[in-house]
């Protein structure tokens, strides 16, 4: 079994700075892939990056790219995104979620590993 928590979200002004963390346990979490979703109550989750198990193929929504960057640690067991140029529309629970298949999180699809989520809220 996999336990993930998120922190690090908060109130930030458009245009500022935020470091999301995923802090993951089990023994099988470091070979897992892993990634950042997002939603607004009465919309749909949004995939927003999403990282292999060993810290490559970093891919990215296109509502996100270049202003965000996903990466991990494995040796603490923790997933980054880094979320810069934050605009009124970056707003939302941010949840991280883990799988062994990669194409499953790039898909958006049905995760085996979710956390509580984390708010951002970006004030214009």
């Known amino acids: 079994q996999v336990h993930l928590v998120e922190s690090g979200g908060g109130l930030v002004q458009t245009g500022g700075s935020l470091r999301l963390s995923c802090a993951a346990s089990?023994?099988?979490?470091?070979?897992?892939?892993m990634g950042w979703f997002r939603q607004i109550p009465g919309k749909e989750r949004e995939y927003v990056a999403a990282?292999?198990?060993?810290?490559?193929?970093?891919d990215y929504a296109h509502s996100v790219k270049g202003r965000a960057t996903i990466s991990r640690d494995n040796a603490k067991n923790t997933m980054y995104l880094q979320m810069d140029s934050l605009k009124p529309e970056d707003t939302g629970v941010y949840y991280c979620?883990?799988?062994?298949?990669?194409?499953?999180?790039?898909?958006?699809?049905?995760?085996?590993?979710w956390g509580n989520g984390t708010l951002v809220f970006v004030s214009s």
């Open positions: 089990g023994r099988a979490a470091s070979r897992l892939s």
């Open positions: 990282i292999h198990w060993d810290g490559g193929s970093p």
């Open positions: 979620g883990a799988d062994g298949n990669y194409y499953v999180i790039l898909g958006n699809g049905k995760l085996d590993y």
